[in-house]
């Protein structure tokens, strides 16, 4: 979506276990004009069980290291239920290579449009 030709806001979520990340991240979204962070969730589980009755985002803000469903897994699942939702991968990780190495399988599956 184009922001300059639809005056609706770029809806978007984060999936972030910090607290005081996932807060800060979704209230400079928040700020940003033509975005707007309607959900944000400590869990991939959390917000796949909200992806069941909710409307799906435009956007999600993803971290990669969740505990229990790792983001990496996550972005499978998402995708399965919301194939039209972007999702935008984060880490405080600095090891590449691993980053890499575990998202392969997963981002194989997904063509990304350039």
């Given at each position: 979506m184009n922001p300059s030709t639809d005056d609706r806001p770029i809806t978007l979520w984060v999936i972030e276990d910090n607290d005081t990340y996932r807060n800060a991240i979704a209230a400079l979204v928040n700020g940003t004009e033509g975005m707007h962070c309607t959900r944000a969730f400590e869990s991939c589980e959390k917000a796949l069980k909200t992806l069941e009755d909710?409307?799906?985002?435009?956007?999600?803000?993803?971290?990669?290291?969740?505990?229990?469903?790792?983001?990496?897994?996550?972005?499978?699942?998402?995708?399965?239920?919301?194939?039209?939702?972007?999702?935008?991968?984060?880490?405080?990780?600095?090891?590449?290579?691993?980053?890499?190495?575990?998202?392969?399988?997963?981002?194989?599956?997904?063509?990304?449009?350039l």
């Amino acid at each position: 979506m184009n922001p300059s030709t639809d005056d609706r806001p770029i809806t978007l979520w984060v999936i972030e276990d910090n607290d005081t990340y996932r807060n800060a991240i979704a209230a400079l979204v928040n700020g940003t004009e033509g975005m707007h962070c309607t959900r944000a969730f400590e869990s991939c589980e959390k917000a796949l069980k909200t992806l069941e009755d909710d409307v799906a985002p435009e956007v999600i803000l993803m971290d990669i290291g969740l505990p229990g469903m790792s983001g990496v897994e996550g972005l499978g699942r998402i995708k399965a239920v919301s194939p039209s939702t972007d999702l935008i991968m984060l880490t405080v990780s600095d090891d590449e290579k691993q980053i890499f190495v575990n998202s392969l399988p997963i981002l194989t599956h997904f063509p990304t449009q350039l």
